[in-house]
């Protein structure tokens, strides 16, 4: 039932060495001087257009640096929202690009080739003061957790890439996204990119020296890529706690033999999975 963690080198190419293959998903709430706006998540938020700027340079630092250290092959992953949210042309023309949305697949073209995920612009699960902190929907949920513990689209997402014994190797953020981060993937590398003080209130780094200092330690992993593989061990138990009574009434969510959720409070619904990727036929 517990989730299991080991230090990985990152996947063996066909040649026998290490691969340098590598998976960049960007998310948007997490990177430098982004907050949100009272009573709205970010896509209304006047930060919005600065969010895929700035999620756009931080991107770019990590490419440049793992591709500085001889990385072969890198896919970014457009994953906020409607997948659809960076400026692709500033990016190096060797990069591929997962985007959009509707396929329901977690990291579109991952397989156990890969190196390891660098997560960029991820959020904290929901705690007081972590800015736009939520987990998936701020409006549907106020938090999932996994064998009794909180957790987020960090944790949730690398559960998926570690079905195919991929490490996360990086993860910048803000600093309460950082430290959730470090109790799960003790030994990956981190960029703190602001500190934060509410769900609408920081105070950030400059948005350059974010960037710098993604780009050093991208160089660093593509040298050196060390990190933990985020495993489920099936069965596992999902509690899912909706921000409205009506959410968890209505939830189509299904345990593995195929039974409702069951409701453990008026605003949570209980269950046990195999695959951590059946949740997201539900949202
Ligand atoms: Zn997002």
Known sequence: MAEERRFSEGAASPEGGRSKKFYIAVDLEGV????GTNGQGLRNSPDYPFACRQATKETKA??????????????????????????????????????GAGSGKRFPGLDRSFAGILFIGYHA?????????????????SGMFLNGKPAGELQID????GKNDVPVLFVSSDDICVSQAKASFPDARFVVTKTSLAWNSCVSRHPDAVCEEIRRKSEEIGKDPRGNVYRLEAPFRLDVRFKRMEGAQHSPLTDRSGRPFERTDPYVLSGELDDIETLFRYI
């Open 32 to 35: 430098a001087c982004v907050i």
């Open 62 to 99: 990590a490419v440049d640096g793992l591709f500085a250290a001889g990385a072969d092959e890198i896919i970014v992953w457009d994953c906020h929202g409607t997948g659809w949210n960076l400026d692709y042309e500033m990016l190096d023309p060797r990069v591929k690009i997962a985007m």
């Open 125 to 141: 699960f929901d705690a007081p003061g972590a800015v736009l902190s939520h987990v998936y929907s701020s409006a549907g949920f």
């Open 158 to 161: 690398a559960a998926v890439a």
